[in-house]
């Protein structure tokens, strides 16, 4: 696989985790197990039966708590922890033939794309689900399920498709990267929050 097929392909997977990573993987595996595609560098793995199972049940589960206001908002707050480090670990992975120094660049590219799509996913579905109607959500979540399987597909047949997408997603992400340091902060608000109210409980407990 020549450079920019492998670039596509290692960065366009690191974008597409931040938005559905069980996806991606599952997308990849089924691609590269069935459909021959040449996955590169370490990224072969992934047509392996048991990761292809692993990341098709997962995907399930995701597809159905993804319809949920509040169980989507508890989805996204857990996997801030989980889609932005796949997303690194899929960009250098697909480098794996390349000099170690380029995988390292495209572990820190990959990484900052997957934080960004999972930020502005994470962000504007918090906004989505104060909607008391359910559709919307659902109808989000349909739209993101249908951009990461496309995605994927378009980094595999049509990487330069894919690179202009990622280009003008970074665009798009820095106007709106306020919004998405914002939602963060409050993330890390809620776990500070979390810690104080365990502390107490704990002490709470202990004087009894």
Known sequence: MDFISTLALGL???WVSGINLYAAVAALGLLGRFANLPLPGDLA???NGWVIGAASGLYLVEFVADKVPLVDSAWDFIHTFIRVPAGAVLA??????FDRS?????????????????GTKATARAAINTSPEPFSNIG???L?????????FL???YPVVMLIVLFIFTVLAIIFLPRIFSFFRRQIA????GKKSWSETARSTSRR
């Open 12 to 14: 366009g997977s690191a």
């Open 45 to 47: 793995v992934l047509t």
């Open 92 to 97: 250098a992975g697909a480098f794996g033939e």
């Open 102 to 118: 380029l995988q390292v660049i495209a572990f820190l590219v990959g990484g900052t794309l997957a934080l960004g799509s999972h």
């Open 140 to 142: 989000a979540s349909l």
């Open 144 to 152: 993101e399920d249908g951009v990461a399987i496309s995605s994927i």
């Open 155 to 157: 980094a595999a047949f």
């Open 190 to 193: 809620r776990i500070r929050a």
